[in-house]
């Protein structure tokens, strides 16, 4: 991942890792329900336990002799596809997650349109920004992907991505945008790009994906924070960090924990 761009890089970035960042939405999961066998927890414990996806363009290739470019080709090919691959699978589970939160919750149905994303929409505005700040690089994240889709044709425009809900504000812009992109796999319209070296244009896939699972987990961050902000819940701290406290409270928690800087 590209670390010119300290929202998105890897190693120096302001975001804890996709991982990192999964497991601390399981971690007030835990916190919320512990004595229960919640599913829905689940998607982010897997997710977070996800270290890498193996891909050989050249596995069934049973040429005897194989030029040099093509081999390099087919290397490069590699590469590109277990970051791709890589990403697309934290999604998966992101957006299980994701999906089986908002169905274990009560969402009243928005008037102005139907469906699911509609009143997780209407419920954040009417919730959420009521009482909270956007959470810190959410509309970073946002302008981002929106950038980098525009430099990927394959998407299409960004115009027919970004329908603008009726029913939602600023926190379920993101959430309108990646529900799109989520479409396009899902029902076979993904193309997967090529090699930046072998590309006339660059290529963006990984990163879109990438982003689209912050803006996802920022999402569910957003969706905790206005149905428990009244609930007197604690987290622990990470065992990993000598802290005098054991605990920390759940809101704090929700507001940060995707911040590389705050120690939980």
Same mark, same amino acid.
């Given at each position: 991942?590209?670390?010119?761009?300290?929202?998105?890089?890897?190693?120096?970035?302001?975001?804890?890792?996709?991982?990192?960042?999964?497991?601390?939405?399981?971690?007030?999961?835990?916190?919320?329900?512990?004595?229960?066998?919640?599913?829905?927890?689940?998607?982010?414990?897997?997710?977070?336990?996800?270290?890498?996806?193996?891909?050989?363009?050249?596995?069934?290739?049973?040429?005897?002799?194989?030029?040099?470019?093509?081999?390099?080709?087919?290397?490069?090919?590699?590469?590109?596809?277990?970051?791709?691959?890589?990403?697309?699978?934290?999604?998966?589970?992101?957006?299980?997650?994701?999906?089986?939160?908002?169905?274990?919750?009560?969402?009243?149905?928005?008037?102005? %349109?139907?469906?699911?994303?509609?009143?997780?929409? %209407?419920?954040?505005?009417?919730?959420?920004?009521?009482?909270?700040?956007?959470? %810190?690089?959410?509309?970073?994240?946002?302008?981002?992907?929106?950038?980098?889709?525009?430099?990927?044709?394959?998407?299409?425009?960004?115009?027919?991505?970004?329908?603008?809900?009726?029913?939602?504000?600023?926190?379920?812009?993101?959430?309108?945008?990646?529900?799109?992109?989520?479409?396009?796999?899902?029902?076979?319209?993904?193309?997967?790009?090529?090699?930046?070296?072998?590309?006339?244009?660059k290529s963006y896939h990984t990163r879109i994906i990438h982003i689209s699972c912050r803006i996802i987990l920022l999402t569910i961050q957003m969706l905790l924070l206005a149905t428990h902000q009244e609930d007197n819940i604690e987290v622990e701290l990470n065992s990993k960090i000598n802290y005098d406290e054991e605990a920390m409270p759940a809101l704090e928690f929700l507001q940060n924990l995707h911040l590389r800087d705050y120690r939980s």
């Open positions: 991942m590209e670390c010119k761009n300290p929202i998105i890089c890897k190693k120096h970035g302001f975001l804890v890792s996709l991982p990192e960042h999964a497991n601390n939405i399981y971690r007030f999961l835990i916190a919320e329900n512990p004595y229960d066998n919640d599913p829905t927890r689940d998607w982010f414990r897997v997710c977070s336990r996800i270290t890498k996806v193996e891909y050989n363009e050249s596995l069934h290739d049973h040429s005897m002799i194989i030029c040099g470019p093509a081999g390099d080709y087919d290397d490069a090919v590699s590469v590109h596809l277990e970051k791709l691959l890589l990403n697309l699978t934290y999604f998966t589970y992101v957006w299980g997650g994701f999906e089986s939160l908002v169905d274990n919750l009560d969402l009243p149905e928005c008037l102005h %349109q139907r469906g699911k994303f509609n009143k997780v929409a %209407q419920y954040l505005l009417t919730k959420y920004e009521t009482e909270f700040k956007l959470p %810190q690089y959410y509309n970073n994240l946002v302008t981002l992907l929106t950038n980098y889709l525009k430099e990927t044709p394959s998407f299409g425009a960004v115009d027919n991505l970004y329908t603008p809900s009726k029913c939602g504000g600023k926190s379920g812009i993101g959430l309108t945008l990646v529900y799109k992109i989520r479409n396009s796999f899902a029902h076979g319209a993904f193309e997967f790009g090529e090699p930046e070296e072998y590309n006339m244009t």
